[in-house]
């Protein structure tokens, strides 16, 4: 219900992304159950639209469908880790009309090796990016391949992120190859707008996670008995929301401005005028 209110409230424009990432709640452990597992399910603009509880037996990867069958996805692009890059979800995304952008590691050996060794130093740029941040300097180089016979349902493209990363502090140059594949066809989207996304769908660490360990100290919360651990991060979840769709950048302040007037956070949630 909350990803919904959430839902209806945005006015999402083009093609809308959404990532799709777990968290441990650390401080639901209890001598005799393992700590409890939220798959979540958050646009790239800081709402959760959908959470999940992982079944304590199991991991992430069965929960994906149930978790996005309560969204319509229509004209939605959805992000994950290496985890969720399976055969079984990827059909299930062109059913639903969704597109995907899939890290692949050698978790599926034969699809990277097929991937990783295309062509690419004979692919022309189709993004170039250089930030400097936290004493880092970063560049990222992004190429796309159209391939057709990608051994992964509906796959229309084949994806390579090169970044360097120069820490200034140490001296100390980090270079990393990632490879994707995805449901777009050649076109649909511009180099920098898959970067965007790429890059984009690391933001559920900033956006949420963190916000919830470091704002409402998650895991130092002692409810652990049930589901009251998906239910609390559910309400924190809604506060979140409710703040980045008004425009809010920092949390922090945003509840500490609602909490000086009863009102402001019923005139929030649209329940006064």
């Known amino acids: 219900m909350i990803g919904a209110f959430l839902t209806a409230r945005a006015a999402p424009a083009g093609l809308r992304a959404i990532a799709v990432d777990g968290k441990v709640l650390r401080g639901s452990r209890t001598a005799t159950a393992p700590a409890v597992t939220l798959l979540a399910a958050m646009d790239h603009t800081g709402t959760v639209l959908a959470q999940r509880q992982v079944d304590g037996k199991s991991n992430e990867i069965p929960a994906f469908a149930p978790l996005l069958d309560s969204l319509d996805l229509t004209g939605t692009v959805i992000t994950a880790d290496a985890l969720h890059t399976q055969h079984a979800h990827g059909t299930y995304l062109q059913a639903c009309g969704a597109h995907y952008l899939a890290v692949v590691k050698a978790n599926h050996p034969g699809l990277f090796d097929r991937v990783r060794h295309l062509p690419w130093q004979e692919i022309g740029l189709g993004h170039y990016e250089r930030t ?4 880092r300097q970063e560049i990222r180089r992004l190429k796309t391949a159209a391939f ?25 140059l980090a270079i990393e190859r990632v490879y994707l594949i995805t449901s777009l066809p050649p076109g649909a989207a511009s180099g ?9 769908h690391w933001e559920i660490e900033n956006l ?3 916000v919830r360990d470091r704002t409402f100290r998650e895991d130092d919360s002692k409810i652990h008995t049930g589901h009251l651990p998906q239910v609390m991060a559910g309400l924190r979840n809604l506060a979140i929301g409710i703040h980045r ?6 949390i922090t302040a945003a509840l500490r401005h609602a909490a000086r007037d009863c009102h402001r956070p019923l005139a929030a949630l649209g329940l006064t005028g």
């Open 132 to 135: 400097r941040a936290h004493h």
């Open 245 to 250: 769709q008004d425009g809010q950048t920092n």
């Open 148 to 172: 057709a016979h990608i051994d992964y349902p509906d796959a229309q493209q084949a994806l390579q992120i090169v970044r360097w990363r120069r820490d200034f502090s140490t001296g100390k």
């Open 208 to 210: 949420l996670h963190h």
């Open 192 to 200: 920098t707008q898959l970067a965007a996304w790429i890059k984009g």
